[in-house]
């Protein structure tokens, strides 16, 4: 959905002082979530996650606009906390895991709106389809220290995309009229990222 979006999340690093002018980051999956919300039967929001994805982000402290952040997701860590629900969904019914195991974000342009606000553009490839979206990324521009002495970073970003828009099209039409899945599908990536090894 919007999401994967995740891709994003390395706007949060774009001005970190003090590191290598290209640096290399990579997502800290223990302090991460991709994150995603739809409309059921027009009165509620079923909320769920992908829980095994990889974010990897180059960040260049002289030229921002050189920045790059690639990310993949593993359909099949779809989680929405309903067994029945989840194997559904990874059916070809809806994303089709076996067939399209993965969804990718590559970002083509990152832009600085200002301190603390960026937005990355890049290509979400879902169910083999590949469309451009625009991630919203909020985030601190100074690293942190860990209790190990591990620098880190961490931000969020958001972005919304019309599910339909990449085949997943199903969907039963409400008595009243309405349809039973909302179409548009937000995304929230939180996200800590770490020094590539």
């Not at 906390?81 to 070809?92: A, F, T, V, W």
Request: hydrophobic share 40%; charged share 25%.
């Amino acid at each position: 959905m919007r999401r994967t979006i995740v891709v994003a999340l390395a706007g949060i690093a774009f001005m970190v002082p003090g590191l290598s002018r290209a640096a290399t980051w990579k997502s800290d999956s223990a302090h991460a979530s991709v994150q995603f919300a739809v409309r059921h039967l027009m009165v509620a929001t079923v909320r769920g996650t992908f829980d095994k994805f990889d974010v990897t982000a180059i960040i260049d402290e002289d030229d921002i606009s050189r920045s790059s952040v690639d990310a993949t997701i593993e359909v099949a860590s779809i989680n929405t906390r309903n067994q029945k629900r989840d194997d559904h969904l990874r059916g070809p019914d809806f994303f089709d895991a076996a067939q399209h195991p993965t969804i990718t974000f590559k970002s083509k342009v990152v832009e600085k709106i200002q301190d603390y606000s960026y937005k990355v553009t890049g290509e979400l490839t879902l169910m083999g389809v590949t469309r451009e979206v625009v991630l919203d990324v909020t985030g601190s521009p100074q690293a942190i220290t860990d209790l190990r002495g591990k620098p880190r970073l961490g931000g969020a970003a958001t972005t919304t995309i019309n599910r339909t828009d990449y085949g997943l099209s199903r969907n039963s039409v409400l008595e009243s009229g309405g349809v039973a899945i909302g179409e548009q599908v937000e995304i929230t990536i939180d996200i800590q990222l770490v020094p590539a090894q």
